[in-house]
């Protein structure tokens, strides 16, 4: 640390028992303590690390900083767990989900949602940008999800979809993107997409899970292929 950085941490420490604060009180903001120590934000977050390695303060993103060490067994937010996910790890959560969905969807279809499926397989074999394939997909693994009919299951579906609006999945996803092209999504993903919807259209739910996994799987190892690691 530079002498600016050690005089801030020292008067942060100081500024913190002067107040009295108790185990598990929340400090004020960054913009706010950095202006009653005189230093610059980046300065303070410096000082911030090293007490939180000290375990004399911890950190939660989007709920702030809390004073002394961090209470056992506190629960991890969920989109803490997303953000320090790699797009592997998050394609390895969906292959083993999503193949168990797809089996349940298979045994409750109904009719007009099998004929949404093969109708997003349709828009998918005619999509012409990533941005196309990507809105098209998307839409077919929740429509599975929907015909579940279980709130809990399109939730976590949702949740993990979610993913793919951050900047680190989009930036490890371009790699692919450019291995794959357009006409990937086109032909053997929407050839793959077809057979899990044929599977659900004859009520296969074994059928229907290991199309899904194999599709899947094919998009694993692309990824992989593109140089990502776990």
Same mark, same amino acid.
Do not use: K
């Given at each position: 640390?530079?002498?600016?950085?050690?005089?801030?941490? $020292?008067?942060?420490?100081?500024? /913190?028992?002067?107040? @009295?604060?108790? !185990?598990?009180? *929340?400090?004020?903001? &960054? =913009?706010?303590?950095?202006?009653?120590?005189?230093?610059?934000?980046?300065?303070?977050?410096?000082?911030?690390?090293?007490?939180?390695?000290?375990?004399?303060?911890?950190?939660?993103?989007?709920?702030?900083?809390?004073?002394?060490?961090?209470?056992?067994?506190?629960?991890?937010?969920?989109?803490?767990?997303?953000?320090?996910?790699?797009?592997?790890?998050?394609?390895?959560?969906?292959?083993?989900?999503?193949?168990?969905?797809?089996?349940?969807?298979?045994?409750?279809?109904?009719?007009?949602? $099998?004929?949404?499926?093969?109708? /997003?397989?349709?828009? @998918?074999?005619? !999509?012409?940008? *990533?941005?196309?394939? &990507? =809105?098209?997909?998307?839409?077919?693994?929740?429509?599975?999800?929907?015909?579940?009919?279980?709130?809990?299951?399109?939730?976590?579906?949702?949740?993990?979809?979610?993913?793919?609006?951050?900047?680190?999945?989009?930036?490890?996803?371009?790699?692919?993107?450019?291995?794959?092209?357009?006409?990937?999504?086109?032909?053997?993903?929407?050839?793959?997409?077809?057979?899990?919807?044929?599977?659900?259209?004859?009520?296969?739910?074994?059928?229907?899970?290991?199309?899904?996994?194999?599709?899947?799987?094919?998009?694993?190892?692309?990824?992989?292929?593109?140089?990502?690691?776990?």
């Amino acid at each position: 640390m530079s002498a600016r950085s050690e005089q801030v941490l $020292v008067d942060l420490r100081r500024w /913190l028992e002067d107040r @009295g604060l108790a !185990a598990g009180d *929340r400090l004020p903001a &960054e =913009r706010t303590l950095a202006r009653e120590l005189g230093c610059s934000r980046e300065t303070l977050r410096a000082a911030l690390a090293v007490m939180e390695r000290a375990n004399e303060v911890w950190r939660h993103v989007g709920q702030g900083t809390f004073y002394g060490p961090r209470p056992l067994g506190h629960p991890i937010r969920e989109n803490i767990l997303v953000q320090g996910a790699s797009p592997l790890q998050l394609m390895q959560a969906r292959r083993i989900i999503e193949p168990s969905v797809a089996g349940e969807a298979a045994g409750l279809a109904s009719a007009p949602e $099998v004929a949404y499926l093969s109708d /997003l397989v349709a828009q @998918g074999r005619r !999509a012409t940008t *990533r941005a196309a394939c &990507e =809105r098209v997909d998307a839409a077919f693994h929740r429509a599975i999800a929907e015909a579940t009919a279980n709130p809990i299951l399109l939730g976590l579906l949702d949740y993990l979809a979610g993913a793919r609006r951050h900047a680190a999945w989009q930036r490890e996803w371009e790699l692919t993107y450019r291995r794959l092209g357009v006409t990937e999504f086109t032909g053997r993903h929407s050839d793959q997409h077809q057979a899990i919807v044929d599977a659900i259209a004859r009520n296969d739910p074994g059928g229907a899970a290991e199309a899904m996994r194999d599709h899947l799987d094919t998009v694993f190892e692309a990824m992989r292929d593109a140089g990502l690691t776990a």
